[in-house]
């Protein structure tokens, strides 16, 4: 593939959000405008620039993909985001949903914070080295079971699990906070929606939005687990 520029790069990005997103229905302006800040292409290795602002997942290696950019605004703009929350994201990846939730908390100016988990320590290892060097200080990534949450910062604003499965760890729904959000694909290996779960007191309201197909969950309360599906 012939190398672009950033000049290049940028304008591919911002035909990203004005031809892709805006048109398919991403309507939150907060949510447009990280996604044309957050540089997509950093975030896949530089003989896939070229493609990166395509509106399709991208391999990142180990049988994982970085999402589609409308998958990663639609999710985001499901979270509800205003500035200043705390939110859990579950398969972070190489980091670029990471990238734009932090964007959506605060920046990097630690008004807001995203605590990301990934099971693979190499790619955690990658997702965390890419905040730094794009300066975003208000994320923590680790590598563990992610079906279990991170009780450590509970409760969360927001819990996106960028991972899919038949049913939704029960772990993540105590840990929301009151009128919290969780986001995440359930469904079998074929066919999922995205559950928007949000939180009021002890009861958990559920709506059902995009159809998509996401890389499995993988944990002790996933495709495996004894956890009940939540209705």
Sequence with gaps: MVALSEEELGAARHRMVTEQLAPRGIKDARVLAAMERVPRHRFLPPEQWPVAYEDKPQPIGQGQTISQPYMVARMSELCAL??????????????????????????????????????????????????????????????FDGTLGWPEGAPWDAILCAAGAPRVPTLLLAQLAEGGRLIIPVGDREEQRLAVITRHGDEFETRWDTACRFVDLIGRYAWDGEEPVHN
Excluded at 97 to 119: N, P, Y
């Design 82 to 143: 205003g500035g200043g929350e705390r939110v859990l994201e579950i398969g972070a990846g190489s980091g670029y949903q990471t990238a734009v939730l932090a964007e959506l908390v605060g920046g990097g100016e630690g008004k807001g914070e995203v605590w990301a988990v990934e099971r693979l320590p190499a790619l955690a290892e990658r997702c965390e080295a890419r905040m730094r060097e794009l300066g975003y200080r208000n994320v923590k990534v680790a590598a």
